[in-house]
């Protein structure tokens, strides 16, 4: 077996670091540097003078504090799993093309362009207590109670998922139509049932893309605040840590404490995605390869 | 269910598919013998490629029926076929080793693990591929992969083996080393075969009978021989190398031999029975049955002209040849030819082909 030649230089090139300047000015000035203040302001906190990592110790000591991280990985969780398993059935489906494709994506991704807060007011509005979706169950004689649908946990759940839906769906749409339909046929010729092609041939291929799908859906659903207000019970069931971290920094005015909420939510996310990649790695360690779109 | 037993003895075809108004397979009727190796020759777009995913149960027929060995075999899904497919693309899996792919239908099948490594091993070495088991696809040259499309699919011994344009992906050196391997194995396992391509050569070399296929419809069938030799219509004619077409009017048919009148010449070839007088017919001759001199030799009738391209082709140079203003003939020769000279053209009589006009 002949070695793979490893004909790369290690040369700095000016030309390149030139090119890659204006990105990596962006990223210092607006990730790396607001990060590393956040974490120094983090490690000030107002009362004392001095690092000290009282803010952090304050958090994990206060129930009412370190609580909000259970909440919001309860929430989001549930989220991205529901949201991943019906983007990846729906978009699976459609791979080939279906009738009506344009229309149907089209309607699919149409909560994207409204943002937030009209969707937020649109649940409120049709799943209410006093909304169509209950008046209609109840004058149908289905329900006599109306679905208790908002001002609770179950109302962020349902307008995390339609935020995050048509994002992930056009993600796996993507993916999943890149992956060279020949494979599949080839599968089906060698004595594979559909089934078996997508535990075997398929599911291998996507998992990559679904990863990344998990990662990025997760990391936007950890980082819920309108809707966790605005559907939920922000005092309750649905304080999620970015309205602890909210309420400290501009209801108590204490940045210091804020950052550090802040950071511990940073924190959860990263952990979050250190998952997602060792479980990635250990699922197919072939994938590195250059699999999927070619 | 009357199945068809696990051995291919004949397969008969007689399926139209349709897409919307536009057809692109008009009843192709064909019957196939056990170790035959029967190919599907034509242009892009000419229905060969469709007519191998209707066999092989990837796509339906819009009418007619598949059977072999007497059942039929058109509402079966692909995989309970037990036919082999080889894709233009090879279609690996890129997440599976070669050891996997090889395997991966005889992992679908109740066998030992021992009688899955037997039978992979002995495969990959029928391939030349033992040492390569866990390598994975994209380290492999096309050739190779190629190699791997092919065992993969015998390894589980097809009744039937399809084979989608296989070689198109590969350099022509490596093509014609291919087409020899695929002929050797077509033959030493006694495989039966559907070949799809578009490149004549390849379907002259591998095949025991040629399907000429255009815009959906059956243009000739018949060994290479025969198509080679005697095209049937122009579409054949076209696409087995002979370039000059000349239309004429039959001007006398005696002794079997029809003279043509037409393009400015005279030209005579061997007549069928079905041939007569008066009719408008195309005479075709291939650039290399052709015989040129500069010298015009006396008391045969000869067609001169002047050089007006040459193509220069290493041990030969076509060249074309301008009759008159309307009329070119391209010939094929080991004679050294210039421009703008004077050659005198023989037709011989053997080496036309009479043709109904289009």
Same mark, same amino acid.
């Given at each position: 077996?002949?070695?793979?030649?490893?004909?790369?230089?290690?040369?700095?090139?000016?030309?390149?670091?030139?090119?890659?300047?204006?990105?990596?000015?962006?990223?210092?000035?607006?990730?790396?540097?607001?990060?590393?203040?956040?974490?120094?302001?983090?490690?000030?906190?107002?009362?004392?003078?001095?690092?000290?990592?009282?803010?952090?110790?304050?958090?994990?000591?206060?129930?009412?504090?370190?609580?909000?991280?259970?909440?919001?990985?309860?929430?989001?969780?549930?989220?991205?799993?529901?949201?991943?398993?019906?983007?990846?059935?729906?978009?699976?489906?459609?791979?080939?093309?279906? $009738?009506?494709?344009?229309?149907?994506?089209?309607?699919?991704?149409?909560?994207?362009?409204?943002?937030?807060?009209?969707?937020?007011?649109?649940?409120?509005?049709?799943?209410?207590?006093?909304?169509?979706?209950?008046?209609?169950?109840?004058?149908?004689?289905?329900?006599?109670?109306?679905?208790?649908?908002?001002?609770?946990?179950?109302?962020?759940?349902?307008?995390?998922?339609?935020q995050q839906f048509p994002f992930c769906f056009l993600m796996l749409l993507g993916y999943i139509s890149g992956i060279d339909?020949?494979?599949?046929?080839?599968?089906?010729?060698?004595?594979?049932?559909?089934?078996?092609?997508?535990?075997?041939?398929?599911?291998?291929?996507?998992?990559?893309?679904?990863?990344?799908? $998990?990662?990025?859906?997760?990391?936007?659903? $950890?980082?819920?605040?309108?809707?966790?207000?605005?559907?939920?019970?922000?005092?309750?069931?649905?304080?999620?840590?970015?309205?602890?971290?909210?309420?400290?920094?501009?209801?108590?005015?204490?940045?210091?404490?804020?950052?550090?909420?802040?950071?511990?939510?940073?924190?959860?996310?990263?952990?979050?995605?250190?998952?997602?990649?060792?479980?990635?790695?250990?699922?197919?360690?072939?994938?590195?390869?250059?699999?999927?779109?070619? | 269910?009357?199945?068809?037993?696990?051995?291919?003895?004949?397969?008969?075809?007689?399926?139209?598919?349709?897409?919307?108004?536009?057809? %692109?397979?008009?009843?192709?009727?064909?019957?196939?013998?056990?170790?035959?190796?029967?190919?599907?020759?034509?242009?892009?777009?000419?229905?060969?490629?469709?007519?191998?995913?209707? %066999?092989?149960?990837?796509?339906?027929?819009?009418?007619?029926?598949?059977?072999?060995?007497?059942?039929?075999?058109?509402?079966?899904?692909?995989?309970?076929?037990?036919?082999?497919?080889?894709?233009?693309?090879?279609?690996?899996?890129?997440?599976?080793?070669?050891?996997?792919?090889?395997?991966?239908?005889?992992?679908?099948?109740?066998?030992?693990?021992?009688?899955?490594?037997?039978?992979?091993?002995?495969?990959?070495?029928?391939?030349?591929?033992?040492?390569?088991?866990?390598?994975?696809?994209?380290?492999?040259?096309?050739?190779?992969?190629?190699?791997?499309?092919?065992?993969?699919?015998?390894?589980?011994?097809?009744?039937?083996?399809?084979?989608?344009?296989?070689?198109?992906?590969?350099?022509?050196?490596?093509?014609?080393?291919?087409?020899?391997?695929?002929?050797?194995?077509?033959?030493?396992?006694?495989?039966?075969?559907?070949?799809?391509?578009?490149?004549?050569?390849?379907?002259?070399?591998?095949?025991?009978?040629?399907?000429?296929?255009?815009?959906?419809?059956?243009?000739?069938? &018949?060994?290479?021989?025969?198509?080679?030799?005697?095209?049937?219509?122009?579409?054949?004619?076209?696409?087995?190398?002979?370039?000059?077409?000349?239309?004429?009017?039959?001007?006398?048919?005696?002794?079997?031999?029809?003279?043509?009148?037409?393009?400015?010449?005279?030209?005579?070839?061997?007549?069928?029975?079905?041939?007569?007088?008066?009719?408008?017919?195309?005479?075709?001759?291939?650039?290399?049955?052709?015989?040129?001199?500069?010298?015009?030799?006396?008391?045969?009738?000869?067609?001169?002209?002047?050089?007006?391209?040459?193509?220069?082709?290493?041990?030969?140079?076509?060249?074309?040849?301008?009759?008159?203003?309307?009329?070119?003939?391209?010939?094929?020769?080991?004679?050294?030819?210039?421009?703008?000279?004077?050659? &005198?053209?023989?037709?011989?009589?053997?080496?036309?082909?009479?043709?109904?006009?289009?």
């Amino acid at each position: 077996m002949r070695a793979v030649a490893n004909d790369e230089k290690n040369e700095f090139d000016a030309l390149a670091f030139f090119c890659l300047l204006p990105s990596l000015l962006y990223v210092l000035c607006m990730f790396v540097y607001p990060f590393l203040y956040g974490v120094y302001l983090s490690l000030q906190p107002q009362k004392i003078d001095g690092f000290s990592f009282a803010n952090y110790l304050a958090f994990f000591s206060d129930p009412y504090q370190y609580g909000t991280i259970w909440i919001t990985f309860s929430l989001a969780i549930p989220t991205t799993i529901v949201v991943l398993l019906l983007a990846l059935w729906l978009a699976y489906g459609m791979r080939r093309g279906i $009738f009506m494709e344009r229309t149907v994506t089209t309607i699919l991704i149409m909560p994207i362009s409204l943002g937030v807060i009209l969707l937020s007011e649109g649940i409120l509005g049709f799943y209410g207590s006093q909304g169509w979706f209950n008046q209609v169950l109840i004058g149908l004689g289905i329900i006599k109670e109306p679905f208790i649908l908002t001002h609770n946990y179950a109302g962020v759940m349902l307008a995390l998922f339609m935020q995050q839906f048509p994002f992930c769906f056009l993600m796996l749409l993507g993916y999943i139509s890149g992956i060279d339909p020949s494979l599949e046929r080839s599968a089906r010729m060698l004595g594979a049932t559909p089934s078996i092609v997508f535990r075997r041939v398929m599911l291998p291929l996507i998992a990559p893309g679904l990863a990344i799908a $998990f990662a990025l859906v997760f990391v936007m659903s $950890f980082a819920v605040f309108p809707s966790a207000i605005m559907l939920g019970q922000p005092a309750g069931t649905t304080r999620t840590i970015s309205i602890a971290a909210y309420q400290k920094a501009f209801e108590q005015y204490d940045m210091s404490a804020a950052s550090a909420i802040a950071v511990v939510m940073g924190l959860c996310q990263l952990a979050a995605l250190l998952v997602i990649i060792l479980f990635r790695r250990r699922l197919s360690p072939a994938a590195t390869m250059g699999v999927g779109k070619r | 269910m009357n199945g068809p037993g696990d051995t291919l003895d004949s397969l008969k075809l007689g399926i139209t598919k349709r897409y919307g108004n536009k057809t %692109v397979l008009d009843n192709l009727e064909l019957d196939i013998q056990k170790g035959e190796f029967v190919t599907f020759l034509g242009p892009s777009g000419c229905g060969k490629s469709t007519a191998l995913s209707i %066999v092989a149960g990837l796509i339906a027929a819009t009418e007619g029926e598949i059977r072999l060995n007497g059942a039929r075999v058109d509402h079966l899904p692909p995989e309970k076929r037990a036919f082999g497919m080889v894709f233009q693309n090879y279609a690996l899996f890129p997440h599976m080793t070669v050891f996997d792919n090889v395997s991966f239908g005889l992992t679908l099948k109740p066998l030992s693990k021992e009688e899955i490594k037997k039978r992979t091993d002995a495969m990959l070495k029928l391939v030349q591929l033992t040492g390569y088991e866990d390598r994975y696809p994209g380290q492999l040259s096309g050739g190779q992969q190629q190699r791997v499309a092919i065992a993969r699919a015998l390894v589980l011994h097809p009744r039937l083996m399809l084979f989608d344009e296989p070689l198109s992906n590969l350099d022509a050196k490596l093509r014609v080393e291919m087409r020899a391997e695929i002929k050797q194995i077509h033959a030493a396992l006694g495989l039966t075969s559907i070949y799809v391509t578009h490149d004549q050569a390849e379907a002259l070399s591998l095949s025991d009978r040629i399907v000429v296929l255009r815009n959906g419809v059956l243009m000739q069938s &018949g060994t290479p021989q025969e198509i080679h030799d005697r095209p049937k219509n122009v579409f054949v004619a076209d696409f087995m190398g002979f370039r000059n077409f000349f239309k004429v009017r039959i001007a006398s048919v005696s002794d079997g031999i029809a003279e043509g009148v037409g393009d400015g010449i005279r030209i005579r070839a061997r007549a069928g029975s079905v041939v007569r007088a008066d009719a408008d017919m195309v005479m075709a001759i291939r650039p290399d049955d052709i015989r040129a001199g500069t010298e015009v030799a006396p008391g045969t009738e000869n067609i001169r002209g002047q050089v007006e391209v040459v193509e220069y082709l290493g041990r030969e140079q076509e060249a074309a040849i301008r009759i008159n203003d309307n009329t070119r003939v391209w010939l094929r020769t080991a004679q050294s030819i210039r421009m703008a000279d004077t050659i &005198g053209l023989q037709f011989p009589i053997d080496k036309v082909v009479l043709l109904p006009a289009e």
